[in-house]
């Protein structure tokens, strides 16, 4: 049983710490850049078994929703997958490495919150 709760804790340390990354990374677009990602997230094709994020929604959120509505949809794995091809798809390569190798970070300690050297990454 303990063992168990070990395990959920780290699962939501993981997730507290993907969210992180993804709303540092949507953050880091400019006002216009975010509608672009809105637009094309409403539009982009999906892999078999999940399920489009509603229209209103979508344009409804700020950065902060934005990133628990992806992991909310699409899982941890799946949103960081998401989230690069939109954000290629927009022309932001660069943050789409930038979160490829935030997300290495946060997955290599999945027990610690960012730190400043993670966030450091965003600069």
């Not at 804790?9 to 990602?37: N, P």
Request: aromatic content about 6%.
């Amino acid at each position: 049983m303990q063992e168990m709760q070990v395990i959920i804790s780290q699962m939501h340390r993981m997730e507290s710490t993907l969210k992180a990354c993804l709303l540092h990374i949507l953050e880091d677009l400019l006002e216009e850049e975010l509608v672009k990602f809105k637009f094309q997230l409403t539009n982009i094709v999906l892999a078999e078994g999940y399920n489009r994020m509603p229209r209103g929604t979508i344009q409804q959120a700020n950065p902060e929703r934005l990133a628990d509505l992806l992991i909310q949809y699409y899982g941890e794995e799946y949103s960081k997958t998401v989230t690069q091809e939109v954000l290629k798809i927009i022309n932001q390569c660069n943050l789409a490495e930038k979160l490829c190798q935030a997300t290495e970070k946060c997955e290599s300690r999945p027990n610690l919150f960012p730190s400043a050297d993670v966030a450091q990454d965003f600069s």
